[in-house]
């Protein structure tokens, strides 16, 4: 499960093979205790939570760099390298 970006406390995760649980593409975001899993194409949260604050950096970042995180989840999907995106300044 590599750490593709980190931003605000926030650690954004993409495991590789991971289509056939949510069958969406989408990441895995965690801050301190909580973890969330949000569909990269409409910022829908799948599962868990994390603080509302912290959610809304993270659907921000995932509309900004929406482009890069759908060839990564094809880069994933397939058990391929993903790529490091930049985290919010």
């Known amino acids: 499960m590599p750490a593709i970006s980190m931003f605000y406390g926030i650690i954004v995760y993409m495991y590789?093979?991971?289509s056939k649980m949510h069958n969406l593409p989408h990441i895995h975001a965690k801050y301190q205790d909580n973890e969330v899993v949000v569909e990269i194409q409409?910022?829908?949260v799948l599962e868990g939570e994390i603080p509302s604050n912290k959610?809304?950096?993270l659907l921000a970042w995932i509309?900004?760099?929406k482009e890069e995180l759908m060839a990564n989840w094809e880069l994933?999907?397939?058990g391929e390298m993903v790529f490091k995106i930049e985290g919010l300044k």
């Open 76 to 78: 994933a999907k397939n």
């Open 63 to 65: 509309e900004i760099h």
């Open 42 to 44: 409409e910022g829908k």
């Open 16 to 18: 590789f093979f991971d």
């Open 55 to 57: 959610l809304k950096l």
